[in-house]
C-alpha cells in the first residue's frame, strides 16, 4: 500500500488486474471496517456558475486513508467496494456526513454526490435516503446524485424506478462523466437530467480546434434536451474564458478550487459569501 498514493495508484495497481487480488482482498478488508476506524472522509470541491460567478453548489469526493497516513484514490477504492459489496454501507455513510457536516451547518449549500449505479439497484436505497434525511433534518432539495455514465450499465426498471423516489424526496439527478461511455445518449431520453457533467477529458482536448468543435457539438446536443451544462476538468483561466464563450453554464476544476475538507470549506465563509449574494 506504500505507494498507492494520489492518482498515480490507478496505473499502479488496477482493480481487476488479477495479479493484484491479494491487494484488493486486502483494501476491501480495510474498507469493511474503514467508517468505524474514522479512516474515511470527505472533500467538497466547489462548482461555479460561470455567468454570475456565484459559487453554490460543491461536490463531495470520498477519501479513504490507510493507518499509517496515506491517502488512497477513490478511482481505485471505489470499484473494489462496489465488487466485494461495501459500497452500500460506505455511500450512506457518506450521505448521512454530507447532511450533518454541510446540509445542516449551512443553509446555502447545494451538496452533489456520486452514487454508484449498483445502489440504484439496491431495493431500499431511497427509503434508506429518506430515513437519513428525516433523522438529520437535512432539506433533500440542496442535495444532488451524479450517476456516472463511465460504467455502461444498462438503464433497468429498477433504476428508473428509484429515481423516481429519489426525486419525489427533492433530489436533483446529475449525469457525469457525460461522453466516456455509450449509454449517456439513451439516458438522456429517459432520465430527466438537471444537469449533465461533460467529461473533462473533453476540455482536455480544447487545445486543438477539432477538440473544440467537439465540445461545442457535444454541449449543443445536450442544450437541446433541456438539461444545464457543466465541464468538469478546468485547469487553467483560458479553459474557462473559452468555456465562457461557448456558453457553458458551470464549471468545475483546480483552477475554480480544490477539493477540501468541511471545516475548510464553511471557515472563513467566502465560498458562502459567493452562494448568498443573489438570495
Ligand atoms: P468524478 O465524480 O468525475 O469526480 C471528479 C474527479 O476529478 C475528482 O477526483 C476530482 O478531484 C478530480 N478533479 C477535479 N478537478 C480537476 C481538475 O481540474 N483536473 C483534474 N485532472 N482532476 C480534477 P477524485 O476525488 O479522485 O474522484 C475520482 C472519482 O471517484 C470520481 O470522479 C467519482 O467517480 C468517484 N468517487 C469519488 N467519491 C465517490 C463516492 O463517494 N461514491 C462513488 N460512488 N464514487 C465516488
Ligand atoms: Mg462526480
Ligand atoms: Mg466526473
Ligand atoms: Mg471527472
Not at 152 to 167: G, N, Q, V
Request: proline fraction near 4%; charged fraction near 25%; hydrophobic fraction near 45%.
Amino acid at each position: 500500500l506504500a505507494k498507492a498514493n494520489g492518482r498515480n495508484c490507478v496505473r499502479l495497481f488496477e482493480p481487476n488486474d488479477p495479479g493484484g487480488s491479494d491487494l484488493n482482498d486486502r483494501i476491501a478488508g480495510a474498507l469493511k471496517d474503514a467508517i468505524n476506524r474514522d479512516l474515511v472522509s470527505l472533500a467538497y470541491q466547489p462548482i461555479k456558475h460561470i455567468e454570475s460567478g456565484r459559487i453554490d453548489t460543491v461536490e463531495a469526493l470520498m477519501r479513504l486513508h490507510t493507518s499509517d497516513g496515506m491517502e488512497i484514490s477513490p478511482y481505485f477504492f471505489i470499484p473494489i467496494a462496489e465488487k466485494y459489496g461495501t459500497i452500500l454501507d460506505l455511500q450512506l455513510w457518506m450521505i448521512r456526513t454530507v447532511c450533518t457536516e454541510i446540509l445542516a451547518e449551512c443553509d446555502v449549500l447545494n451538496v452533489s454526490v456520486n452514487i454508484s449505479p449498483i445502489e440504484l439497484k439496491t431495493a431500499d436505497f431511497a427509503a434508506s435516503v429518506a430515513a437519513i434525511l428525516e433523522e438529520t433534518g437535512a432539506p433533500g432539495d440542496r442535495l444532488i446524485f451524479e450517476i456516472t455514465e463511465r460504467l455502461e450499465i444498462e438503464l433497468e426498471s429498477e433504476i428508473l424506478t428509484c429515481i423516481r423516489a429519489l426525486k419525489l424526496l427533492g433530489i436533483r439527478i446529475w449525469l457525469d462523466d457525460f461522453g466516456t461511455g455509450f449509454a449517456g445518449l439513451s439516458w438522456l431520453r429517459l432520465i430527466d437530467f438537471d444537469t449533465v457533467k461533460i467529461d473533462r477529458s473533453f476540455l482536455a482536448d480544447c487545445a486543438t480546434s477539432e477538440g473544440r468543435i467537439l465540445l461545442c457539438d457535444i454541449a449543443n446536443l445536450v442544450r437541446n434536451r433541456g438539461p444545464n451544462i457543466l465541464v468538469e476538468g478546468v485547469e487553467s483561466n483560458e479553459q474557462l474564458v473559452l468555456l465562457r464563450e461557448l456558453g457553458i453554464d458551470q464549471a468545475q476544476g483546480f483552477h475554480i478550487g480544490m477539493p477540501s475538507p468541511a471545516e475548510r470549506l464553511l471557515r472563513g465563509g467566502a465560498i458562502l459569501a459567493t452562494a448568498r449574494e443573489t438570495v
